[in-house]
């Protein structure tokens, strides 16, 4: 079966730098996905990763292992507008989208 | 129109009835999907079109039927509504099938009595 896997739930400090997990097994690989949902809205497009290594965007920044089926969204200086669920999806054989449950993010003064 | 745009944004149903969740795009964007997203799961694909004329089914599409007519329109239909419906739909796009990133609508919020 295909299954992503991330925590639950998260709690950080604002200020502070935290690191969100997923590992997946997929039928094939064509792409990791993050994306951020605030309560109640929809989610929003993050990064995109189909090579190994790291992708960095401004304080947001994403890494992959195809080997090990693992991908982390690391956040940095965080703010309390990045309370959020993060949502981590791989794209499969077909080109459909497959997600987590997502991680709730919760940012601490 | 700017985006998508999803209507109803809340609805409360009895079960049995049937209900059209609309979408519609400005983007000009080949696919479309529909989402279910319940709490503790993950969002799961109800249908899709990956260009307007066809369709195709997702994870699950049980109780639900799609059209795609035109490229701006994906309405998402209810045929008999039960109370295992109720959810938030997502309606999503992406430029083609092979995309590198998918945009969302607003959301519906369905609940089925």
């Known amino acids: 079966g295909q299954n992503i896997d991330q925590p639950t739930e998260m709690t950080a400090t604002e200020g502070a730098i935290v690191q969100i997990n997923c590992t997946y097994q997929t039928s094939g690989f064509n792409g990791l996905f993050w994306y951020q949902q605030h309560a109640g809205e929809a989610p929003t497009f993050l990064s995109y990763n189909v090579l190994d290594g790291l992708e960095e965007k401004g304080r947001f920044s994403s890494f992959l292992s195809r080997s090990k089926g693992y991908s982390y969204l690391l956040l940095k200086e965080l703010q309390m507008k990045d309370s959020a669920s993060y949502l981590c999806a791989v794209k499969d054989s077909n080109y459909q989208l497959i997600w987590g449950a997502g991680t709730k993010l919760i940012i601490k003064p | 129109i700017a985006g998508i745009t999803q209507a109803p944004t809340s609805q409360i149903l009895a079960a049995g009835r049937r209900m059209t969740l609309r979408c519609t795009q400005d983007m000009r964007h080949n696919a479309m999907y529909w989402y279910r997203q319940d709490l503790g799961l993950g969002l799961r694909l109800i249908h899709y079109?990956?260009?307007?004329?066809?369709?195709g089914k997702g994870e699950v599409p049980d109780g639900y039927s799609v059209s795609r007519a035109n490229t701006d329109d994906f309405p998402l239909t209810l045929a008999s509504a039960v109370p295992s419906q109720t959810s938030v739909y997502f309606c999503?796009?992406?430029?083609?099938?092979?995309?590198?990133?998918?945009?969302f609508g607003p959301g519906t919020r369905l609940t089925v009595l």
């Open positions: 999503a796009t992406s430029n083609d099938p092979s995309f590198n990133e998918q945009f």
């Open positions: 079109s990956n260009t307007a004329g066809t369709t």
